[in-house]
């Protein structure tokens, strides 16, 4: 009665004085922060971040390479599987450079187009690398989530099929898990098999092999927040409201989760992207006709003096395209750091 008296005598109208000034403001601001959470600061954070934002342009434009190789191959005219014995001399070496016709040259031996190789090339790193991430990704939250939720002989059997998966030797499972799969989907005569069918059933391999081996460090990063998770309060008052197990796991645990699966997807997918090529390299991985940076470096050994953009093109492809994902997971990890926020 006094406040609404002292607001009559001075002019003022009634929820206009200083304590509704400060009750709007402080709406305001708690406006303002209650939308805001530690992914939207994050995010936030990433935007910017100027090396952050180059490094995810130039990973989207090998993406765009990769996506539209069929028509960037058409404007130049050129076929990643045509070959141009005209174009090169009796010792197999190229007669020409780059042209109007072929932007980077021509391949030594066969006068295949490099560009159109290499636009080519960048899908079988790229998709062999997502496939892996998004497989490992998949398994080793699931097992990570159920191996650190539930404890006791569950939590003891995963963890020691994790160890028995980190202790394998994954070389010598990428030299026979090709061969097996050949023998299986292709039978007696895996010797004589065309040389697309092998190269498919490699392509496949390579991606079975790169996930079983993947996913288990995954799943040992998560079971270890899981353990630390699982006794705060919000668990435990899910587990007294009876809520199912499988809601606690995707539902309260999985959101708490995000920052360590971003930053271990963002991690592992230039380490794939270098293992395919270096397996491939080895001659484990890819195999002809497929177009891959791998083989195109693996094949230009014998031609790096005489025609150096052979091997320099494909070895800065690869180049850049894990130095500008592992910058952009360093950022990433930055952001979702706790420790780091100002």
């Known amino acids: 009665m006094i406040e609404e008296a002292d607001l009559t005598r001075t002019g003022l109208p009634s929820g206009s004085g200083p304590t509704s000034a400060a009750n709007s403001a402080t709406e305001k601001k708690t406006g303002k922060t209650r939308g805001k959470s530690p992914t939207g600061i994050a995010l936030a954070r990433l935007r910017k971040d100027k090396v952050a934002?180059?490094?995810?342009?130039?990973?989207?434009?090998?993406?765009?390479?990769a996506i539209f190789a069929p028509l960037l191959a058409h404007l130049e005219g050129q076929s990643p599987t045509e070959k141009h014995f005209d174009l090169i001399d009796q010792y197999g070496f190229p007669t020409i450079g780059p042209t109007s016709e072929h932007w980077f040259g021509v391949e030594p031996r066969l006068g295949r187009d490099l560009f159109a190789r290499f636009a080519y090339g960048a899908r079988p790193s790229l998709l062999v690398a997502g496939s892996v991430t998004i497989i490992?990704?998949?398994?080793?939250?699931?097992?990570?989530?159920?191996?650190?939720?539930?404890?006791?002989?569950?939590?003891?059997?995963?963890?020691?099929?994790i160890d028995f998966v980190l202790s394998l030797p994954y070389l010598l499972f990428a030299i026979a898990v090709p061969a097996a799969?050949?023998?299986?989907?292709?039978?007696?005569?895996?010797?004589?098999?065309?040389?697309?069918?092998?190269?498919?059933?490699r392509f496949y391999s390579l991606i079975i092999v790169l996930s079983f081996f993947g996913w288990a460090s995954l799943a040992r990063l998560i079971r270890g927040e899981v353990l630390s998770l699982r006794e705060r309060e919000f668990i435990s008052a899910a587990k007294v409201l009876g809520v199912p197990t499988r809601k606690v796991l995707f539902k309260e645990l999985l959101p708490n989760l995000v920052?360590?699966?971003?930053?271990?997807?963002?991690?592992?997918?230039?380490?794939?992207?270098v293992t395919e090529a270096g397996l491939t390299f080895?001659?484990?991985?890819?195999?002809?006709?497929?177009?891959s940076w791998g083989l195109t470096i693996s094949a230009a050994q014998?031609?790096?003096r005489a025609d150096p953009l052979y091997l320099w093109i494909p070895v800065l492809a690869i180049t850049i395209l894990v130095l500008a994902l592992s910058?952009?997971?360093?950022?990433?990890?930055?952001a979702f750091d706790p420790r780091t926020r100002r």
Do not use: H, K, Q
Not at 55 to 62: D, P, R, S, Y
Not at 327 to 334: E, T, V, Y
């Open 53 to 65: 934002v180059t490094c995810a342009g130039i990973f989207v434009l090998f993406i765009l390479i």
């Open 136 to 161: 490992t990704t998949i398994i080793g939250v699931v097992v990570g989530l159920i191996t650190g939720f539930m404890g006791g002989w569950i939590d003891r059997i995963l963890s020691w099929v």
């Open 181 to 201: 799969l050949l023998a299986v989907f292709i039978g007696a005569d895996a010797e004589n098999a065309s040389a697309e069918d092998v190269a498919t059933v």
């Open 259 to 273: 920052a360590p699966i971003v930053i271990s997807v963002s991690m592992a997918l230039p380490s794939y992207i």
């Open 282 to 291: 080895l001659g484990v991985g890819l195999s002809e006709p497929t177009p």
């Open 302 to 304: 014998n031609f790096y």
């Open 327 to 334: 910058l952009l997971g360093d950022a990433i990890r930055d």
